[in-house]
């Protein structure tokens, strides 16, 4: 056996890191973890942040991590996924001709109604194919120019929220990522009305998301007004949004969480972690999706 594969085992077996990444997200095991985590959806919102952060963010005290941490940590997952999928599609779409790929998109139009409704007959689609563009990098204001309530209807915003949880209303605007958290000349917010607001801005890309909970003194069927108001040192009257909050019954329970888990391993100290920058990459043979290397050090202890 190697010893790699041997180093992989006694991991395994002692599961220290693991254990150490679970205390810091407030879980005393990777079970609990993993139940809790089928709580959130897949994938991402409209702010950029998966929904598995948003949960995370939820538990409040429990996680040992500052927001602004996760909120890095989770950008950093998103940006590499994206990279990871963009050179899936490049490779899928270079590993065939221009005429073979709209050849099948055309017999899948032909075959299906509902397609050749949607694109229209008799048309010849072109299939882009090559290197994917870049994304434009997101370049905000200093000082808004405005901060709404994004895709507001008309006739207003009505959210719906149980007594017993939260919503979600999103926002948009041209601010730079730090607006509401640097040390100088920052974002001021406030809220007027019964509901208060739960948490922290999250502030990405120009989408800023809020949670709002029911006063416990409201019954199912109120309806109330929350007034959102924005402003800095360059504004001499704040932007302001509102909405409906419509009070709903209680939520049935979210399901118990998993039973203590038996005794087994625990934590006895951090691993020694060491940045590995780019000009020293070829020297742990890393590249481009490279996560981290584990390994075990001195005194039969983990190195990153």
């Known amino acids: 056996m190697s010893n790699g594969s041997q180093q992989y085992l006694k991991l395994e077996h002692r599961l220290t890191l693991l254990a150490w990444l679970n205390s810091l997200l407030g879980y005393s095991s990777n079970r609990e973890l993993l139940e809790d985590m089928k709580q959130a959806d897949e994938g991402f919102d409209a702010s950029g942040h998966s929904h598995i952060y948003h949960r995370l963010l939820s538990r409040g005290s429990k996680v040992h991590i500052p927001d602004s941490n996760l909120a890095r940590y989770d950008e950093n997952i998103r940006a590499h996924l994206a990279a990871v999928n963009a050179r899936r599609r490049q490779a899928r779409l270079q590993s065939r001709s221009e005429e073979d790929t709209s050849a099948v998109i055309q017999a899948l139009i032909r075959a299906d109604p509902t397609l050749a409704a949607v694109f229209g007959k008799g048309q010849t689609i072109k299939v882009l194919i090559g290197p994917l563009p870049e994304p434009e990098p997101y370049v905000g204001k200093q000082f808004p120019t ?27 605007t041209d601010a730079t990522n730090d607006y509401f958290s640097r040390s100088t000349d920052p974002g001021r917010l406030e809220v007027r009305g019964a509901p208060t607001r739960v948490g922290t801005v999250h502030l990405w890309n120009g989408k800023a998301l809020l949670r709002f909970a029911p006063p416990a003194s409201c019954s199912p069927g109120d309806q109330l007004r929350v007034v ?20 709903e019954p209680e939520a049935p329970p979210l399901p118990p969480g998993p039973p203590a888990p038996p005794p087994g391993a625990s934590l006895t100290g951090f691993p020694n972690i060491s940045e590995v920058r780019r000009e020293q990459w070829a020297m742990h043979g890393f590249d481009e999706i490279s996560a981290v290397e584990l390994k075990y050090g001195d005194d039969d202890a983990i190195d990153m």
Not at 146 to 170: D, H
Not at 228 to 247: C, G, H, K, N, T
């Open 146 to 172: 405005f901060f709404r309530i994004r895709g507001e209807p008309k006739a207003g915003l009505v959210k719906a929220c149980p007594l017993n949880r939260t919503c979600r209303v999103e926002f948009e």
């Open 228 to 247: 959102v108001l924005v402003s800095d040192v360059s504004r001499v009257a704040p932007f302001e949004s509102s909405f409906i909050m419509s009070v």
